[in-house]
């Protein structure tokens, strides 16, 4: 339908059939049959007579018979409906005359001619007389037989039908209204109706006429009426783009049906109804016809030229089937059509379409959280782009609108203004020298100085790993979350698969310790040089040494096919991400309080009641800022049960590809 807000109207669901045209009512005229005995002229059917006087005498039968009719017709203008069965059903269905001459709007009142005026009832039964006529004039026993064969022929029940159906068919023809005019294109859509109506029916009728129209003659004879009425609605809606004489109009007919939505959005522009989007996905976008700046004149035959959008929304949401539009086309000049590639993001954000009072459409609006990947299937409005959430693309029949990167950030950039003039307004009213010192803190968050301009969105590609490069695996997680010990536990159980990465330090080495197999031991100015050449992913000092893994550490596990486990603070995964070695993040969630507690006292400690808030407190802050950049996630509710969770992800990577940011690919 279309649905409406904020002055726009979008289509979201299923528009039925236009106005019917009205069945154009065709005359049958009905006269008396009069006997035989009637027409009798006393001389002589029964004598036998030359071929030649046989057909004279028929002829000259018929031309009585027809002035006779004539006679009656001028007698009197009305024709008493009980004089027959026929006029009797015509006079109770009031779509049909009754009365011919002056009264009969279906008559100008001008002689109509002998063909528009013979019934087809009283013409077979001509023809019945003449044949008897004739056969009684027939002296071989050969010709007798062939009449009679003929006059069995006449008086059988199809045959008589069959040739009532031709003559009213010819009798609409002879008219020039051709085989009469179709009240609805949609008879496909009224069967299926009726087809519902009828399945929990038990009764005969019902039955059989489920049965009937479930058979595929039927059907494809309903089918092919529905095309013919198509064709016909064509040239009426052709005949009402006339009224609109000194603009450049197009008609244009979509077909939908109920499960296919149209896919476009309007605007009132003053007094017009202008299409505002064409949105992907919809009928309206698969069949090219429809762009945005067009002005809708009417919607199958029913203005809309000064009606709000709310009443077009009305108005098509009771339409279905054929729509039939007459546009005038926009005046825009219009790029050439050209195929746009979808680009896939990452969203660092969460977007709710309900909260947004920008939005253009709120039942277009596309919801989704921080860390979704969206379809982005078109950019042609930088502020609004149209996307399908990962995984949706099936439910989701159109596109939904979601704010454009750079629209985005602008609000964001607004936002944080806004945020930090209230604070600097808070500190105002404190100190001076506070305030100056909150602002110098504020301009150092964490956001600004991850990337240079403020997290929207970024690219995306799927990406899977080689066999002999495996991607290293990040576990994050609070202290006493329990990632340090799902990390030793892969490595003392699948050492031939997972190892460590040498950290460095500056310490000296203990006797049983070996360079480059349990540290890397350096001096201190060459640590120095490292950590400011950018190579250490994190560091540290522990009693006055200097500790940290490089990525060159990383790197080599990675070259020896092993996977490299690493547990890592959350502010270690900027410098990690910025390397080419395509990390893969797993954040280890704690459980409830009261879990915690349990799962800590089985490893012996006892921890304080503020020390377990501080864990969940934590694990909060680490989801919020920075769960846009974790790739799959674990609740420790179980050792083991995480430990299989965690050993499942890591599976995964070697089956399935997984979504990675494009820089890391080029």
Same mark, same amino acid.
């Given at each position: 339908?279309?649905?409406?807000?904020?002055?726009?109207?979008?289509?979201?669901?299923?528009?039925?059939?236009?106005?019917?045209?009205?069945?154009?009512?065709?005359?049958?005229?009905?006269?008396?049959?009069?006997?035989?005995?009637?027409?009798?002229?006393?001389?002589?059917? /029964?004598?036998?007579?030359?071929?030649?006087?046989?057909?004279?005498?028929?002829?000259?039968?018929?031309?009585?018979?027809?002035?006779?009719?004539?006679?009656?017709?001028?007698?009197?203008?009305?024709?008493?409906?009980?004089?027959?069965?026929?006029?009797?059903?015509?006079?109770?269905?009031?779509?049909?005359?009754?009365?011919?001459?002056?009264?009969?709007?279906?008559?100008?009142?001008?002689?109509?001619?002998?063909?528009?005026?013979?019934?087809?009832?009283?013409?077979?039964?001509?023809?019945?007389?003449?044949?008897?006529?004739?056969?009684?004039?027939?002296?071989?026993?050969?010709?007798?037989?062939?009449?009679?064969?003929?006059?069995?022929?006449?008086?059988?029940?199809?045959?008589?039908?069959?040739?009532?159906?031709?003559?009213?068919?010819?009798?609409?023809?002879?008219?020039?209204?051709?085989?009469?005019?179709?009240?609805?294109?949609?008879?496909?859509?009224?069967?299926?109706?009726?087809?519902?109506?009828?399945?929990?029916?038990?009764?005969?009728?019902?039955?059989?006429?489920?049965?009937?129209?479930?058979?595929?003659?039927?059907?494809?004879?309903?089918?092919?009426?529905?095309?013919?009425?198509?064709?016909?609605?064509?040239?009426?809606?052709?005949?009402?783009? /006339?009224?609109?004489?000194?603009?450049?109009?197009?008609?244009?007919?979509?077909?939908?049906?109920?499960?296919?939505?149209?896919?476009?959005?309007?605007?009132?522009?003053?007094?017009?109804?202008?299409?505002?989007?064409?949105?992907?996905?919809?009928?309206?976008?698969?069949?090219?016809?429809?762009?945005?700046?067009?002005?809708?004149?009417?919607?199958?035959?029913?203005?809309?030229?000064?009606?709000?959008?709310?009443?077009?929304?009305?108005?098509?949401?009771?339409?279905?089937?054929?729509?039939?539009?007459?546009?005038?086309?926009?005046?825009?000049?219009?790029?050439?059509?050209?195929?746009?590639?979808?680009?896939?993001?990452?969203?660092?954000?969460?977007?709710?379409?309900?909260?947004?009072?920008?939005?253009?459409?709120?039942?277009?609006?596309?919801?989704?959280?921080?860390?979704?990947?969206?379809?982005?299937?078109?950019?042609?409005?930088?502020?609004?782009?149209?996307?399908?959430?990962?995984?949706?693309?099936?439910?989701?029949?159109?596109?939904?609108?979601?704010?454009?990167?750079?629209?985005?950030?602008?609000?964001?950039?607004?936002?944080?203004?806004?945020?930090?003039?209230?604070?600097?307004?808070?500190?105002?009213?404190?100190?001076?020298?506070?305030?100056?010192?909150?602002?110098?803190?504020?301009?150092?968050?964490? /956001?600004?100085?991850?990337?240079?301009?403020?997290?929207?969105?970024?690219?995306?590609?799927?990406?899977?790993?080689?066999?002999?490069?495996?991607?290293?695996?990040?576990?994050?997680?609070?202290? /006493?979350?329990?990632?340090?010990?799902?990390?030793?536990?892969?490595?003392?159980?699948?050492?031939?698969?997972?190892?460590?990465?040498?950290?460095?330090?500056?310490?000296?080495?203990?006797?049983?310790?070996?360079?480059?197999?349990?540290?890397?031991?350096?001096?201190?100015?060459?640590?120095?040089?490292?950590?400011?050449?950018?190579?250490?992913?994190?560091?540290?000092?522990?009693?006055?040494?200097?500790?940290?893994?490089?990525?060159?550490?990383?790197?080599?596990?990675?070259?020896?096919?092993?996977?490299?486990?690493?547990?890592?603070?959350?502010?270690?995964?900027?410098?990690?991400?910025?390397?080419?070695?395509?990390?893969?993040?797993?954040?280890?969630?704690?459980?409830?309080?009261?879990?915690?507690?349990?799962?800590?006292?089985?490893?012996?400690?006892?921890?304080?009641?503020?020390?377990?808030?501080?864990?969940?407190?934590?694990?909060?802050?680490?989801?919020?800022?920075?769960?846009?950049?974790?790739?799959?996630?674990?609740?420790?509710?179980?050792?083991?049960?995480?430990?299989?969770?965690?050993?499942?992800?890591?599976?995964?990577?070697?089956?399935?590809?997984?979504?990675?940011?494009?820089?890391?690919?080029?």
């Amino acid at each position: 339908m279309f649905a409406s807000m904020n002055g726009y109207v979008t289509e979201t669901c299923n528009p039925t059939v236009g106005p019917v045209q009205e069945a154009r009512p065709h005359m049958e005229r009905a006269v008396d049959c009069p006997g035989d005995k009637e027409h009798d002229t006393g001389g002589g059917f /029964n004598k036998p007579l030359s071929c030649g006087a046989q057909m004279e005498r028929i002829q000259h039968y018929q031309e009585e018979l027809r002035k006779k009719r004539e006679e009656e017709g001028r007698a009197k203008h009305d024709i008493d409906p009980n004089a027959s069965l026929r006029l009797k059903k015509l006079a109770q269905n009031p779509s049909y005359p009754t009365k011919v001459g002056i009264d009969n709007p279906t008559f100008d009142g001008k002689e109509k001619t002998k063909d528009a005026q013979q019934d087809p009832v009283a013409e077979l039964e001509d023809l019945l007389q003449a044949l008897q006529s004739v056969q009684r004039c027939l002296l071989d026993a050969q010709s007798q037989q062939d009449a009679e064969l003929v006059l069995q022929l006449l008086n059988r029940e199809d045959f008589q039908s069959a040739y009532a159906v031709h003559n009213a068919v010819s009798q609409q023809m002879s008219r020039g209204a051709g085989p009469g005019s179709p009240l609805t294109a949609q008879a496909q859509d009224l069967c299926q109706e009726v087809q519902s109506i009828l399945q929990s029916s038990q009764q005969k009728d019902g039955l059989e006429l489920k049965a009937l129209l479930t058979k595929p003659h039927l059907q494809a004879l309903i089918q092919a009426h529905d095309n013919v009425a198509v064709q016909e609605k064509e040239t009426d809606a052709a005949e009402s783009v /006339n009224q609109y004489q000194g603009e450049t109009v197009k008609l244009v007919r979509l077909e939908k049906t109920r499960d296919t939505p149209l896919g476009a959005t309007v605007r009132n522009d003053v007094d017009s109804v202008v299409v505002s989007r064409v949105v992907k996905g919809g009928v309206a976008e698969r069949s090219g016809l429809l762009s945005e700046g067009d002005e809708i004149l009417e919607i199958n035959g029913i203005p809309v030229r000064g009606k709000h959008v709310n009443d077009v929304h009305d108005l098509l949401q009771q339409m279905h089937g054929t729509l039939t539009f007459v546009l005038i086309p926009s005046s825009q000049t219009k790029a050439p059509p050209h195929r746009q590639t979808v680009m896939h993001v990452r969203a660092y954000f969460d977007y709710d379409p309900s909260d947004d009072p920008f939005v253009p459409c709120r039942e277009l609006g596309l919801s989704f959280q921080k860390g979704d990947i969206l379809h982005v299937i078109s950019q042609d409005d930088p502020s609004w782009w149209q996307a399908y959430r990962d995984g949706d693309e099936d439910n989701q029949p159109l596109a939904g609108l979601i704010p454009g990167k750079s629209f985005q950030q602008q609000r964001e950039t607004l936002k944080n203004t806004l945020t930090d003039r209230s604070r600097e307004q808070q500190g105002k009213l404190w100190q001076v020298k506070k305030n100056k010192k909150h602002k110098k803190r504020t301009s150092y968050s964490f /956001n600004r100085n991850m990337d240079d301009d403020i997290l929207t969105y970024e690219e995306m590609a799927l990406y899977h790993q080689p066999a002999n490069r495996k991607r290293p695996i990040a576990l994050i997680g609070p202290p /006493n979350g329990g990632q340090d010990d799902l990390r030793r536990r892969l490595l003392s159980i699948e050492p031939e698969k997972f190892a460590g990465a040498v950290p460095h330090t500056t310490r000296n080495p203990r006797i049983h310790e070996r360079n480059s197999r349990d540290y890397h031991f350096v001096s201190r100015s060459a640590f120095e040089t490292d950590l400011a050449a950018g190579k250490f992913i994190e560091s540290g000092d522990y009693e006055k040494n200097l500790y940290g893994t490089s990525t060159d550490s990383v790197r080599h596990v990675v070259n020896s096919g092993r996977i490299c486990l690493l547990c890592l603070h959350t502010e270690s995964l900027r410098v990690l991400r910025s390397s080419n070695l395509k990390p893969y993040v797993i954040f280890i969630a704690p459980p409830s309080q009261e879990r915690l507690r349990t799962l800590l006292a089985q490893e012996g400690k006892t921890p304080k009641p503020e020390e377990l808030k501080d864990v969940i407190e934590k694990a909060r802050e680490m989801e919020q800022n920075f769960g846009h950049l974790f790739d799959g996630a674990i609740v420790n509710m179980d050792p083991d049960t995480a430990f299989h969770d965690l050993r499942r992800l890591i599976e995964k990577l070697d089956t399935e590809p997984q979504w990675v940011p494009t820089s890391w690919l080029c």
